[in-house]
C-alpha cells in the first residue's frame, strides 16, 4: 500500500509547462462556475465573477462555498416548487 503523497513530481510540472495543464472538473459549484484542479500537477482554477478562470485561492474557496450554499438552496426551492405543481397537475387530471 503506497501513501497518497501531496508532493507533486517535478515531472508533472514540466510536462504542464511543455505541454498545457490537464484541467477536470473537480467541484460543480454552480451552473456557472466551477472548480478545476489540473489531473497532473494539481493546480486549482476556478470562475471568476467575470467567467474568466482564475487561481483557486483560499479567498475564492470561501466565495465559492458562499455560492453554492445559496445555488443549491434556491435549486431545491426550484425542484420543491415543479415537485408541488406536479402533483396539483395529478389531482387536476384524475
Ligand atoms: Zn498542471
Do not use: D, W
Not at 16 to 28: D, L, M, Q, W
Not at 76 to 90: E, G, R, T, V
Amino acid at each position: 500500500m503506497k501513501k497518497p503523497t501531496s508532493k507533486v513530481p517535478l515531472t508533472s510540472k514540466l510536462y504542464c509547462a511543455i505541454f498545457g495543464h490537464r484541467y477536470e472538473v473537480s467541484k460543480k459549484v454552480t451552473y456557472h462556475v466551477k472548480e478545476y484542479t489540473c489531473k497532473c500537477c494539481k493546480r486549482q482554477l476556478t470562475t471568476n465573477s467575470n467567467g474568466r478562470l482564475t487561481e483557486l485561492t483560499p479567498k475564492f474557496k470561501e466565495i465559492n462555498s458562499i455560492l453554492e450554499k445559496i445555488y443549491t438552496r434556491r435549486m431545491m426551492h426550484l425542484q420543491q416548487k415543479s415537485f408541488n405543481s406536479s402533483i396539483y397537475q395529478l389531482k387536476n387530471s384524475a
